[in-house]
């Protein structure tokens, strides 16, 4: 059974800074891209980052693009998100996934990934 477990939400300050943890169990974690989404209250929820299985190739959205890196230690099962320079709009729960498929290329869309986290908050204050 497929587990994915968040870690590292909170309150921060504008400008401030949190690192997001996602441990994963169940599968072979190093075969598998992974992604972070958010959603915020009100809104649908939107793709962050994604890096390939290999951790090659990573991708960002517009909004977190120069703020927010995605990383991955296949070793440790584990998925990260490094976030800076946070700015109120970016109060959403984030989740971690896991695609689908192994070694498929994924595009950010959420169909594209079979198992996800429970959330963790993140609250900028401004």
């Known amino acids: 059974q497929v587990q994915l477990v968040e870690s590292g939400g909170g309150l921060v300050q504008a400008g401030g800074s949190l690192r997001l943890s996602c441990a994963a169990s169940?599968?072979?974690?190093?075969?598998?891209?992974m992604g972070w989404f958010r959603q915020a209250p009100g809104k649908e929820r939107e793709s962050v980052a994604r890096?390939?299985?290999?951790?090659?190739?990573?991708y960002y959205a517009d909004s977190v693009k120069g703020r927010f890196t995605i990383s991955r230690d296949n070793a440790k099962n584990t998925v990260y998100l490094q976030m800076n320079s946070l700015k109120p709009e970016d109060t959403a729960v984030y989740y971690c996934?896991?695609?689908?498929?192994?070694?498929?290329?994924?595009?950010?869309?959420?169909?594209?990934?079979?198992?996800w986290g429970q959330g963790t908050q993140v609250t900028v204050s401004s």
């Open positions: 996934a896991q695609a689908s498929a192994a070694r498929a290329v994924v595009y950010g869309r959420a169909s594209e990934y079979a198992y």
């Open positions: 890096i390939s299985w290999s951790g090659g190739s990573t």
């Open positions: 169940g599968r072979t974690f190093s075969l598998y891209a």
